[in-house]
């Protein structure tokens, strides 16, 4: 199992709302960040929505048995990670649906990295910005799922967006990874705003240097994280393995 874990989200200096958010259910094992769109009002309400619902679906295929929506099933995962495959698709189609009766200036999405324990691995699904790192047994920070961002097409600009989120387009591009939990000491999940500002290698080294509380090495990776005035709002989630 997980030994421990923390999460902290906060709004950062420059923006005056925090539209990102997390989900931890340990009765379903699900852990994960989410980095909501739409403004104040719209985007943190749109997420906060999206989390209790999530925590509602998922383990259902479908309630409603004259639904048109087609069961996704891949034999090369795990029966946690499908149900939460579809889980994602259904909650995806619904939110399109629903902006799709809206004006613009109403519409809301999200980038989202959640993951499923189970056994002795963790499958971690990720759509949009969010970024998945863990921390191997050789104390090196490797790359797990990496934000898809519009950083891969415009490299020098200072503003990205998600190229691809839950809610935003109906067709929807998801990263899928699964791991051994014995493969690694930690897992890290963060929202854009925290990487803008620190390199994984400079998280592995603050993690390895605050072991005993991943509270004080959460708050010590946001506080540097924060240095910049114009950061994002930030997330970031440590997985104890």
């Not at 999405?109 to 963790?122: G, M, Q, R």
């Not at 990487?195 to 080294?205: S, Y």
């Not at 990776?221 to 104890?240: E, G, P, R, V, Y």
Request: glycine letters at 6%; aromatic letters at 10%; hydrophobic letters at 40%.
């Amino acid at each position: 199992m997980i030994k421990a874990y923390y999460v902290k989200s906060i709004q950062g200096p420059f923006y005056n709302i925090n539209e990102d958010n997390y989900i931890v259910s340990l009765s379903n094992r699900l852990f994960g960040i989410v980095d909501g769109m739409g403004g104040s009002g719209i985007g943190d309400r749109d997420v906060e929505v999206f989390i209790e619902q999530l925590k509602q679906n998922y383990g259902f295929i479908n309630k409603d048995r004259d639904a048109t929506l087609k069961f996704y099933y891949d034999e090369k995962r795990s029966v946690e990670c499908n149900f939460l495959l579809n889980a994602l698709y259904k909650m995806h189609a619904d939110w399109f649906k629903s902006n799709s009766t809206k004006v613009i200036s109403q519409r809301s999405a999200a980038s989202v990295l959640i993951a499923v324990e189970h056994d002795e691995n963790i499958s971690i699904i990720s759509v949009g910005s969010n970024s998945a790192y863990y921390l191997n047994s050789q104390n090196e920070m490797i790359p797990l799922l990496v934000p898809d961002d519009s950083s891969n097409l415009f490299p020098n600009s200072l503003i990205k967006w998600p190229l691809s989120a839950m809610g935003m387009t109906e067709h929807i591009q998801w990263q899928i990874r699964e791991i051994k939990k014995s493969s690694g000491k930690a897992i890290f999940f963060f929202t854009d705003g925290v990487l803008d500002n620190l390199k994984p290698k400079e998280v592995g080294e603050i993690f390895l240097t605050n072991q005993v509380s991943l509270k004080d090495c959460c708050n010590k990776i946001l506080l540097q994280a924060n240095a910049m005035k114009f950061s994002d709002n930030q997330t970031a989630m440590i997985l104890k393995l």
